[in-house]
Nanobody
Framework: QVQLVESGGGLVQAGGSLRLACAAS????????MGWYRQAPGKQRDLVAI???????NYADSVKGRFTISRDNGNNTVDLQMNALQPEDTAVYYC???????????????WGQGTLVTVSS
C-alpha cells in the first residue's frame, strides 16, 4: 500500500559526508512522522533521527551536531545529511514513516528496505 524507497548509501572515509534520501509512495492519507533508523551487525535497530509533519526533530545523542534530517511534506520525502562520519556510523540505514495509509486509512508504520553505509577508518 505504501512503499519507502531509499537511496544514497555507500562507502566513505572517516570524516566524509553522505546524504540519504527516502521517498514514500502509495495510498497516503496523512503522513505524520518520517525518519531514519540504523542497525549495525549484531546490534538492535536504533533511532537515528525523526521529524514530524510540523518539523519537530529528535536525534540520537551520538549524531547530534553531525547529522541533519529534513523533510518535504508535499512530496513525502525525507533526507538525512550525514557529516563527519565515523566508523561507528557503519550500519544499514532504514527509512521509517508512520501515518494514515491505505484506501480505508489506518494508522500504520512502514519501513524501507535499508541502505548500507560503510565508513572506513
Amino acid at each position: 500500500q505504501v512503499q519507502l524507497v531509499e537511496s544514497g548509501g555507500g562507502l566513505v572515509q572517516a570524516g566524509g559526508s553522505l546524504r540519504l534520501a527516502c521517498a514514500a509512495s502509495g495510498s497516503i492519507r496523512g503522513m505524520t512522522a518520517m525518519g531514519w533508523y540504523r542497525q549495525a551487525p549484531g546490534k538492535q535497530r536504533d533511532l537515528v533521527a525523526i521529524i514530524t509533519s510540523s518539523g519537530r526533530t529528535n536525534y540520537a545523542d551520538s549524531v547530534k551536531g553531525r547529522f541533519t534530517i529534513s523533510r518535504d511534506n508535499g512530496n513525502n520525502t525525507v533526507d538525512l545529511q550525514m557529516n563527519a562520519l565515523q566508523p561507528e556510523d557503519t550500519a544499514v540505514y532504514y527509512c521509517y514513516a508512520n501515518g494514515f495509509f491505505g484506501t480505508s486509512p489506518r494508522f500504520l508504520e512502514v519501513w524501507g528496505q535499508g541502505t548500507l553505509v560503510t565508513v572506513s577508518s
